[in-house]
T-cell receptor
Framework: GDSVTQMEGPVTLSEEAFLTINCTYT??????LFWYVQYPGEGLQLLLK?????DKGSNKGFEATYRKETTSFHLEKGSVQVSDSAVYFC????????????FGSGTRLLVRP | EAGVTQFPSHSVIEKGQTVTLRCDPI?????LYWYRRVMGKEIKFLLH????????ESGMPNNRFLAERTGGTYSTLKVQPAELEDSGVYFC?????????????FGPGTRLTVL
């Protein structure tokens, strides 16, 4: 069945450091890929998405590129801020699976001043 | 525009009791999804409504869970009787159009603790 694997956390970085959170997926067909973020005390919010191969999603300085050849959707940011501290979830959905989201286990990011 | 709301935010019950969780989606959204996250593991799909109909309930763990969406508006998820392993955070999400990759908007979740 479909699955998403993302790197274990927590990831601890200093402010202005470069961030990469790895995400790989297994799915039949052509899934859409997503990064969701959960800030402390809040619900899940969509951070960015890509719906086809080679698409790049971007938002708030974060980027991720849909790489079908490596079945990956790694999240990157050039310079993290303390306010980026949150849990990040990689996810996929497919049309023939009612568009339900299949999530990775989440990666907690802690950014220190 | 109001977002997805869920009630209660927290619920603590004893094993064997019944609990009902409620989700109010964004007005006009036809799709409503339920998910749950158990003990820091991945968030898992439970079921999907299109309007008042169950489109996919493949993620429901067993027959102790009953979901309804009366009139295609709000939805309830009842657990009866609750077991210890049902503890976790239950999320509801909605999206507007049937058959699209529209963004799913999530509620804040209900944290359920079964003692």
């Amino acid at each position: 069945g479909d699955s998403v694997t993302q790197m274990e956390g927590p990831v601890t970085l200093s402010e202005e450091a470069f961030l990469t959170i790895n995400c790989t997926y297994t799915a039949t067909g052509y899934p859409s890929l997503f990064w969701y973020v959960q800030y402390p005390g809040e619900g899940l919010q969509l951070l960015l998405k890509a719906t086809k191969a080679d698409d790049k999603g971007s938002n708030k300085g974060f980027e991720a590129t849909y790489r079908k050849e490596t079945t990956s959707f790694h999240l990157e940011k050039g310079s993290v801020q303390v306010s980026d501290s949150a849990v990040y979830f990689c996810a996929l959905s497919r049309r023939d699976s009612s568009y339900k989201l299949i999530f990775g286990s989440g990666t907690r990011l802690l950014v220190r001043p | 525009e109001a977002g997805v709301t869920q009630f209660p935010s927290h619920s603590v019950i004893e094993k064997g009791q019944t609990v009902t969780l409620r989700c109010d989606p964004i007005s006009g959204h036809d799709n409503l999804y339920w998910y749950r996250r158990v003990m820091g593991k991945e968030i898992k799909f439970l079921l999907h409504f299109v309007k008042e109909s169950k489109q996919d309930e493949s993620g429901m763990p067993n027959n102790r869970f009953l979901a309804e969406r009366t009139g295609g508006t709000y939805s309830t998820l009842k657990v009866q009787p609750a077991e210890l392993e049902d503890s976790g955070v239950y999320f509801c999400a909605s999206s507007p159009r049937v058959g699209s990759t529209d963004t799913q908007y999530f509620g804040p979740g209900t944290r359920l603790t079964v003692l």
